[in-house]
């Protein structure tokens, strides 16, 4: 396949900027360095992966104008009444750093998760941490082997430093393929990413075969399971795989508050794992450093706030259930969701869709893999996704 380069001067001749000169989707614009330039095909979408390619629009739209913004798994409900007051408390409190603040953030997200706080590092959203991890841990080069498709924003960071990804095709039930992903760690392998329940896909892979998998492999190399939907679950709590940071494994966890809590743009996430695995991280960069005194706050009276979490899981569940039910009117399949996003084919180019889409102001995201084109919704209120089944009912009539 004939392929184009596009380095980010290019990015600025391209025009898939907004007038104010910021691209509207930061997440393909990250971790680009000639060793791991971003490759687009003749159309300009982007190639994550001979079976990954996401569909980027000729136009990007102005997202104030947009009915439903449903193109980047945010949270319509939050942040949280209670996160809200915090912050309007706190402002004023803006001209100190917020040391003393964080570790009491850390102290009762420890107190949560069941771990010591030495087990804790903080970052200003769970990409940050991503992004670290991915750098630190293959400064010296080495393999990452994770699903794919799955959330690229480790594997870039990871690409861009010096490793290699070996994709491991997820399995036709959409689960990740434990065993061959097993199978595809080498002498050189620094780390194995799982993204459960997985970004793009909404789906999970079932949490007992899970902790198997990662009690087994981090004997061998470190995992990372990143848990940024778990919220949505009933259970999440007991699907989580940070238990295993107490039985001494070598995995780490990373969580957000961006989604169950609705602070996308409050920006505070954490990862759980081994102190030495954390010391080879801050040894290089530093954690917490970037989350605000006000955001702090935030997140601890958020932490307080289970009525709102509470509410936002029974909302999205909701939101879920009325997608699927107008899918299936409409005689289209989809892919069982176990987050705040469906995914769905679609028979039409991705990059039609999305132009079409944005025609009647709604903003989603597409894809092609598996030998189909998707469509990737956000679950928003209810009102937003019937705008958004209504603009689907006339796109794809
Ligand atoms: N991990 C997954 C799977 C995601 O989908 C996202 C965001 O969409 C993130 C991590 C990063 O979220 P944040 O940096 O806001 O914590």
């Not at 769970?126 to 924003?153: C, H, R």
Request: one cysteine or more.
């Amino acid at each position: 396949m004939e392929t184009t380069d596009i380095n980010r001067r290019n990015w600025l001749k391209s025009g898939i900027l907004t007038a104010s000169g910021i691209t509207l989707f930061p997440h393909i614009s990250f971790a680009e360095t000639t060793k791991a330039p971003i490759v687009f095909d003749n159309d300009g979408n982007a190639l994550y992966s001979p079976f990954f390619k996401e569909y980027i629009p000729e136009k990007f739209p102005e997202e104030d104008t947009l009915l439903a913004k449903l193109n980047a798994n945010e949270n319509p409900y939050g942040p949280s009444p209670k996160a809200i007051e915090a912050l309007k408390n706190v402002a004023a409190k803006g001209n100190r750093y917020a040391w003393k603040e964080l570790f009491k953030l850390i102290d009762k997200i420890a107190l949560k998760e069941g771990v010591d706080p030495k087990n804790i590092m903080m970052g200003p959203g769970s990409s940050d941490l991503l992004e670290k991890t991915g750098m630190v841990l293959f400064l010296d080069g080495g393999n990452i082997v994770s699903a794919d498709p799955s959330y690229m924003s480790l594997i870039r960071v990871a690409e861009a430093t010096g490793a290699t990804w070996k994709p491991v095709p997820l399995k036709e039930d959409w689960s990740h393929d434990l065993e061959g992903m097993e199978t595809a760690i080498d002498g050189d392998t620094k780390m194995v990413y799982i993204c459960n329940p997985n970004n793009p896909t909404g789906s999970i892979t079932d949490s007992k075969s899970l902790l198997d998998f990662c009690s087994r492999v981090s004997e061998k190399v470190p995992v990372f399971v990143d848990e940024a939907y778990l919220g949505f679950l009933e259970d999440g709590a007991k699907q989580s795989m940070v238990g295993l940071v107490n039985e001494g494994k070598d995995v780490i966890i990373a969580r957000t508050f961006s989604k169950i809590h609705g602070m996308a743009g409050l920006r505070v996430g954490y990862i759980v794992a081994q102190e030495k695995t954390l010391d080879k991280i801050q040894k290089i960069t530093r954690g917490g450093m970037g989350i605000s005194y006000t955001s702090i706050y935030a997140a601890i009276a958020s932490m307080d706030d289970t009525e709102f979490q509470n509410s936002s899981r029974a909302k999205n569940k909701e939101a879920r259930e009325y997608v699927y039910k107008s899918l299936k009117n409409m005689g289209y399949d989809y892919v069982t969701s176990y987050t705040s996003f469906i995914i769905f084919p679609i028979e039409m180019d991705g990059k039609l869709f999305l132009q079409k889409m944005m025609e009647k102001k709604v903003g989603v995201r597409a894809f092609e893999f598996m030998g189909k084109n998707w469509c990737r919704v956000s679950m928003g209120t209810l009102d937003e996704m019937k705008i958004f089944t209504s603009a689907l009912t006339d796109v794809l009539a």
